[in-house]
C-alpha cells in the first residue's frame, strides 16, 4: 500500500535555529497538505498545495515559515528561527483531490519537533 | 467559537461497552463529515465517512444531523484495540479540500 513518507521522525533544535520537514507525497496525488498538531489539539492547516501551487497559506506564520512544493511531487517545510511555542508534531498528507472535490487525504507518519 | 467541537474525555469503558462521541460543527455550509482515528503519537487515519442517511461499518455507526449540525459516533462492542483518540472532521466548504479537525475525544477501553 502507498504511503505518504515524511522525514525525520524526531527533531530536536534550540530556539532561534532553523528546521527543515520533507515529505514525499502517494504518488500521482496532486494535492499536499502541511498540518502543525499541538499536544491535546487537532492538526491545523499550516499550508496546501495544488500541484506546486499554493492555494492556502492562510495559517502559516510566514515570518518564520516557509512551504515549497517546487516540482509538484516532494515538499519541504522550513522554520527559522524556531522558537519554543513550535514544539509539535508536523503531519504531511496528500490526497488526489482537485479544486472543488473531496477524496479522502492520507497522513504521514509525522514529524515530532522540539524546540528547547 | 470553535469550528469543530468535541467533548475530550477521556472515555473509559470496559471491553463490550457501547460509547457514543458527539461533535457539533459551525459552519452550516459544510459538505463532507468523516471521523478519523490517531493512536497515541501516531498520524490520523480515517475511519469512515459520515452521511447524512447515517452509515454502518461493522461495529461503528455514524450519524449527521445537518439541522442541528450535529455529528456522532457509535461504537459497540468495544475492544481494546479500540483504545485512541477520535476526531471529528468536517470539510470546508471553501473548495479546496480543507480539512477541520475537532481536537479529539479520547477513549480508552480496559478489560
Known amino acids: 500500500e502507498a504511503e505518504v513518507a515524511q522525514s525525520p521522525r524526531y527533531k530536536i533544535t534550540e530556539k532561534s535555529q532553523a528546521v527543515a520537514f520533507w515529505c514525499d507525497p502517494i504518488?500521482?496525488?496532486?494535492?499536499l497538505y502541511w498540518y502543525r498538531q499541538i499536544l491535546g489539539q487537532g492538526p491545523e492547516l499550516l499550508v496546501q498545495f495544488q500541484d506546486e501551487s499554493v492555494v492556502d497559506d492562510s495559517q502559516l506564520p510566514k515570518d518564520r515559515f516557509s512551504a515549497e512544493r517546487l516540482k509538484g511531487v516532494d515538499s519541504t517545510l522550513k522554520i527559522q528561527p524556531a522558537e519554543l511555542g513550535d514544539s509539535a508534531m508536523y503531519l504531511c498528507a496528500s490526497s488526489s483531490a482537485d479544486r472543488g472535490g473531496t477524496d479522502t487525504q492520507y497522513f504521514g507518519p509525522g514529524t515530532r519537533l522540539t524546540v528547547l | 467559537r470553535k469550528e469543530v467541537e468535541q467533548d475530550p474525555g477521556p472515555f473509559n469503558v470496559p471491553e463490550g461497552a457501547t460509547v457514543a462521541f458527539n461533535c457539533t460543527y459551525s459552519n452550516s455550509a459544510s459538505q463532507s463529515f468523516f471521523w478519523y482515528r490517531q493512536d497515541c503519537r501516531k498520524e490520523p487515519k480515517l475511519l469512515m465517512s459520515v452521511y447524512s442517511s447515517g452509515n454502518e461499518d461493522g461495529r461503528f455507526t455514524a450519524q449527521l444531523n445537518r439541522a442541528s449540525q450535529y455529528i456522532s459516533l457509535l461504537i459497540r462492542d468495544s475492544k481494546l484495540s479500540d483504545s485512541a483518540t477520535y476526531l471529528c472532521v468536517v470539510n470546508d466548504s471553501g473548495g479546496y479540500n480543507k480539512l477541520i479537525f475537532g481536537a479529539g475525544t479520547r477513549l480508552a477501553v480496559h478489560p
Open positions: 504518488s500521482g496525488h496532486a494535492t
